[in-house]
């Protein structure tokens, strides 16, 4: 089999949609579809079933996966053994990140890789979300919180702080603030509870369980945008509101959190150069910005 069209059949067995696979792969779908065509013809048995809902594997094609990922593997570990240095240095290496991490400190880094290595493609993926790095979602993944399974090499990154935060004339219109039962009389910013990925997020049960935030969003910075409009009070990252004059902390010794980022990679390609140079780049530079070590 060529390894090629195996590369197809993996990404269409990923996504499920032609476009996203060749997206995965940057080529169109109308290669996409001629190479998992080549592939059946080859091997004489129809690998997906076709639907307006997408591509899903038959019988033949689930029984394709694990051979198909071991020839992966393989290609991966060859790729690494030949090694690449210098300017030379090329390809896409696609991370997986918090966005607020992503859009403060991870993109100076992503930025700083591309001018020195011309041939690199950095893919921040900063979805509320977590990754799959066994379906190559992902090379390289930042977390919140610590994988429990898996064929992964995991590092604490950093820690880094979290404090409850208002626009300086809201609190001082709103204030005084002298405990917990205060902030039941101004209003609530944080995340969709019910759509919050990981419960190391899941900071306003903490502050108080009856504190339920009126105006939610999955995203990060559209809290903190409505913080910043004087909407009511919410979570912020320590390194996000320090950019900030006008953001001031609340209640700091009663409400404050502490969290960790984690790096996470494959076995199966941590060692792949423009992985690891990409990866040692990233938390170098988070460690440097948040002035903390791993503990």
């Keep these: 089999m060529n390894w090629n069209d195996i590369r197809y059949f993996l990404a269409v067995a990923r996504s499920g949609r032609l476009t996203r696979a060749g997206s995965m792969l940057g080529v169109d779908h109308a290669t996409v ?7 059946e013809a080859e091997i004489g048995a129809k690998l997906f079933d076709r639907s307006p809902k997408g591509y899903s594997l038959t019988g033949a094609g689930s029984d394709l996966v694990p051979v198909a990922k071991m020839m992966e593997s393989n290609a991966i570990k060859f790729e690494a053994t030949i090694g690449t240095s210098g300017e030379k240095l090329s390809g896409p290496v696609r991370i997986g990140v918090p966005e607020g991490v992503a859009a403060y400190i991870v993109s100076r880094a992503a930025s700083d890789l591309c001018k020195k290595y011309p041939l690199l493609e950095i893919q921040l993926i900063a979805l509320p979300r977590k990754f799959s790095l066994s379906n190559r979602e992902a090379d390289f993944v930042i977390s919140v919180s ?7 090499k995991v590092q604490k990154i950093c820690d880094y702080s979290l404090h409850l935060y208002g626009l300086r004339s809201f609190v001082e219109e709103k204030g005084p603030f002298t405990s917990v039962a205060d902030l039941h009389r101004v209003m609530g910013i944080g995340y969709v509870p019910e759509l919050i990925f990981d419960k190391e997020l899941d900071y ?5 369980p009856n504190f339920r935030p009126r105006l939610s969003s999955t995203s990060v910075h559209v ?26 902390q609340i209640l700091p010794q009663e409400i404050s959190f502490n969290r960790s980022f984690w790096g996470i990679v494959h076995e199966d390609y941590a060692d792949l ?6 990866s040692t780049a990233i938390i170098e530079c988070m460690r440097n910005e948040l002035k903390l070590t791993p503990s």
Excluded at 273 to 278: P, Q
């Design 33 to 39: 579809s001629r190479r998992i065509a080549s592939l």
């Design 273 to 278: 150069e423009r992985i690891k140079v990409c």
């Design 223 to 248: 809290q903190l945008e409505a913080v910043l409009q004087g909407a009511g009070v919410g979570i912020v990252h320590d390194f996000m509101a320090r950019r900030y004059d006008d953001l001031v």
């Design 146 to 152: 610590r994988p429990k399974t898996g064929r992964l």
């Design 204 to 208: 306003i049960p903490l502050v108080d």
